[in-house]
């Protein structure tokens, strides 16, 4: 079975703090993972993609099988980085339809 | 491109009314999925459709909850009696190429 676990429902930094929101994943095949955001009150979009292996917003996030992570890392966050962010977890290939596992999100609050 | 169309964009109903969301998902793409979100709970999958058929429905919570997709450009979800523990915010969301393009979510208060 699959499954997105990200243990962080609040996240708080300062501005220009590095932030670093944490999501580990079970899955017994080879995944596809991604990152969402949701800010206040607008539809969720996609932030960025493992195989992708680009920054968007500043923000990287590496695949490690390892460790089964895909952490997502801004080395400065802005106050415009306050939102929801939703791990995901999708089966590479097969019939999956596009198919979504979501973690339970994780709330980032960028202070100034 | 609008992107996902969902209507209304707010509902606010009495408990025992019948409320239908609706969804035009984006041209082309083939599968659609509908989710509902809650602070309690996060994003919950209710069911999704591939070519117009439901492919999986194991996350509608009771048989109160209906979806359709008659065609490949629209889809509705239907709460029929609601009940105040249903407000939440609903999102569907159209694929292509395994990524997710959600709409802007249907707001609805059962009270």
């Known amino acids: 079975a699959q499954r997105v676990t990200q243990p962080e429902k609040l996240l708080s930094v300062f501005k220009g703090a590095p932030v670093e929101l944490k999501c580990n994943y079970s899955?017994?095949?080879?995944?596809?993972l991604f990152w969402y955001v949701q800010y206040s009150r607008q539809r969720l979009q996609l932030l960025l993609r493992?195989?992708s292996r680009e920054s968007i917003k500043g923000f990287t996030a590496d695949l490690n099988k390892g460790e089964t992570s895909f952490h997502l890392k801004k080395p400065f966050a802005q106050e415009e980085d306050s939102a929801m962010y939703y791990c995901?977890?999708?089966?590479?290939?097969?019939?999956?339809?596009?198919?979504?596992?979501f973690g339970q999100g994780t709330i980032l609050t960028v202070h100034p | 491109d609008a992107g996902v169309i969902q209507s209304p964009r707010h509902e606010v109903t009495e408990m025992g009314q019948e409320v239908t969301l609706r969804c035009k998902p984006i041209s082309g793409h083939n599968s659609l999925f509908w989710y509902r979100q809650t602070m309690m709970r996060g994003l919950e999958l209710l069911i999704y459709?591939?070519?117009?058929?439901?492919?999986?429905d194991s996350g509608m919570p009771e048989d109160r909850f209906s979806a359709k997709m008659p065609n490949a450009s629209f889809s509705t979800l239907k709460i029929q009696p609601s009940e105040p523990r249903d407000s939440a915010v609903y999102f569907c969301?159209?694929?292509?190429?395994?990524?997710?393009?959600f709409g802007p979510g249907t707001r609805l208060t059962v009270l």
């Open positions: 493992h195989i």
């Open positions: 995901a977890l999708s089966s590479a290939g097969g019939t999956s339809y596009g198919k979504l596992t």
């Open positions: 969301a159209s694929v292509l190429r395994n990524e997710q393009f």
């Open positions: 899955y017994s095949g080879s995944p596809e």
């Open positions: 459709f591939n070519n117009n058929v439901p492919i999986d």
